[in-house]
């Protein structure tokens, strides 16, 4: 279904995006960032800190690592400023970079078994599928930003794959 050298692509990109978010949100005031926009997690923080709760959570079912602290009702309040989303931010695509450029073929198959907190079951899926899910929730929820941050007139990060430079920085 994907391969290793898929999942190293779709790291790196969001590396990438995740440093021009990083660079957006440093040219605006707390008040714009924290602003409730009516999107599904309010504000671009709270949309930043539910994506960044995501990866961690995925991670963790994948890599074996860390779980973020509470439950995605409480995932937009990660982490109380744009600095210390950075921070953790910079941390977590590390530990996705990491994690993908160590996989192998094999590590793609089988099935991944975890408890849904929201669902109150336990889950199986396959490896594959969930793993394009960590990427695909990636890349939903920075297009949210994305439309946050036009609207509040900031520029917006390029995010089409073929401009994602060949080299480089990934973090």
């Not at 997690?41 to 990866?55: C, E, K, P, V």
């Not at 590390?94 to 975890?114: F, M, N, S, Y």
């Not at 594959?128 to 949210?144: A, D, E, I, K, P």
Request: glycine share 8%.
């Amino acid at each position: 279904m994907i391969t290793p050298e898929y999942c190293v692509a779709m790291a790196r990109y969001n590396a990438w995006q995740n440093r021009q978010v990083k660079a957006a949100f440093e040219r605006l005031s707390e008040a714009t960032l924290t602003k409730n926009r009516k999107a599904f997690f309010g504000s671009l923080l709270g949309t930043a800190n539910h994506l960044l709760w995501g990866d961690l959570m995925w991670m963790h079912r994948l890599d074996g690592g860390a779980a973020p602290e509470g439950g995605i009702t409480k995932s937009a309040a990660l982490c109380p400023s744009a600095a210390d989303w950075a921070v953790k931010r910079f941390r977590a695509d590390a530990r996705i970079l990491l994690w993908a450029e160590g996989l192998k073929a094999v590590d793609l198959t089988g099935p991944l078994t975890w408890y849904s907190a929201v669902k109150k079951v336990e889950i199986s899926k396959s490896m594959g599928l969930c793993v394009m899910h960590l990427f695909n929730h990636q890349t939903h929820h920075r297009g949210q930003i994305h439309a946050m941050l036009t609207q509040a007139g900031a520029d917006a990060p390029v995010s089409d794959l073929p401009f994602m430079p060949d080299d480089g920085p990934w973090l």
